[in-house]
């Protein structure tokens, strides 16, 4: 823990605002005590909802990097991280996140995503998104392609 | 509900296997009876743990689009996504989601995520990737100045 890196994860995320770029949120990624990769949300200026400051700066440091997984590397982000982020963290498998201000503060400033966690304990039909199922049998197609491949690299 | 546009997901997630570009997974989306955008796993391939077909797909439809909201879309994903595309299917809004193969079918295949909502009940310190809350008062400033701002437009 480097309180440094988590100084320069909130400088990045109050900049993020003042200049207009988008919300309040900023992440770095460091790996060997040097910061490889950084990203603040964008959502609104890159017209790209995925643009969350995690996902953008877990895709840069795997674009430094060259790689798909970040072992070895460690999150500093402004905030604990909302649920695509949360999933995104869990595929990109740093070592360790570390996070300042918390899902509850984020919701008092405005920002809560407690919601999509909650929608998952409803019936599918019953989402503020409704999901649907159609074409199971159909759909397990890709899987029997996939066990089929000898050369299939696992994430 | 339209089964040619479900069969053309699946088709895409069958060709994303057979051509190595990346796992059993792709998603279309649909606005107004009309594809405007397509999307299929290419982790492995472009180094992007955050590349799954949802994701990717709703990318390339903000793209065309020029949004960050999919109001009036519809997904057709070749299978149920998962908590990271959950999250960013929530964040995009498109009207509605369809799904073939479901995350046990996906489970059965080798890709089981329910680990990561399995994480979420766990202690911060206990999960398999740990999160620890550090310098929360410092952490709040981002927020602060977004209250601040007049013209902040909100996602």
Same mark, same amino acid.
């Given at each position: 823990m480097n309180n440094a890196f988590m100084q320069e994860a909130i400088r990045l995320a109050v900049e993020n605002v003042r200049s207009g770029k988008g919300g309040p949120f900023a992440a770095i990624i460091v790996k060997q005590d040097r910061i490889i990769a950084a990203g603040a949300n964008s959502v609104t200026s890159t017209n790209d909802? *995925? %643009?969350h400051a995690e996902v953008t700066a877990? $895709?840069?440091a795997c674009r430094a990097l060259n790689t798909f997984q970040l072992t070895?590397? #460690?999150?500093? *982000?402004?905030c604990e991280p909302c649920p695509m982020c949360l999933g995104a963290i869990y595929w990109a498998r740093p070592d360790r996140v570390?996070? %300042?201000a918390t899902a509850s503060d984020a919701a008092g400033a405005g920002f809560d995503d407690s919601f999509i966690y909650e #929608?998952?304990?409803r019936p599918h039909a019953? $989402? $503020?998104i409704?999901? #649907?199922g159609m074409m199971r049998e159909?759909?397990?197609e890709p899987f029997r392609a996939w066990v089929q491949k000898d050369d299939r690299i696992r994430y």
């Open positions: 909802p *995925t %643009a877990i $895709r840069e070895g590397c #460690e999150i500093y *982000t402004s570390y996070f %300042a #929608e998952l304990k019953g $989402r $503020r409704p999901f #649907e159909a759909g397990l």
